[in-house]
Nanobody, 119 residues
Framework: QVQLVESGGGLVQAGGSLRLSCAAS????????MGWYRQAPGKQCELVAA???????NYADSVKGRFTISRDNAKNTVYLQMKSLKPEDTAVYYC?????????????WGQGTQVTVSS
């Protein structure tokens, strides 16, 4: 089992910045990918950014150049630095951890944190 606790959401004006944090605990030794997803009202959940245990990153086209995902392995924490925020970034952001269990992958999710960008 992996537990994820998110923090850092809030209300910000367009053009502003926020940093989300996701602290992982439990059986994290076999977590190979961690990421952030978001879901806006009436829209599907989408991948925002992901980072592998080796440090490779992947971003949604809509956030490239504005968001940066990073991880602190000593603290078992993943961060999402968000800059130049736009109203369309408004959503609930969820931290995800993907764990290898034999040949399978198991997804764990945080409780979500609201990000609201005002115009």
């Amino acid at each position: 089992q992996v537990q994820l606790v998110e923090s850092g959401g809030g209300l910000v004006q367009a053009g502003g910045s926020l940093r989300l944090s996701c602290a992982a605990s439990g059986s994290i030794f076999s977590v190979n990918v961690m990421g952030w997803y978001r879901q806006a009202p009436g829209k599907q959940c989408e991948l925002v950014a992901a980072i592998t245990s080796g440090g490779s990153t992947n971003y949604a086209d809509s956030v490239k150049g504005r968001f940066t995902i990073s991880r602190d392995n000593a603290k078992n924490t993943v961060y999402l630095q968000m800059k130049s925020l736009k109203p369309e970034d408004t959503a609930v952001y969820y931290c995800n951890a993907r764990q290898l269990v034999g040949p399978d992958e198991v997804d764990y999710w945080g409780q979500g944190t609201q990000v609201t960008v005002s115009s």
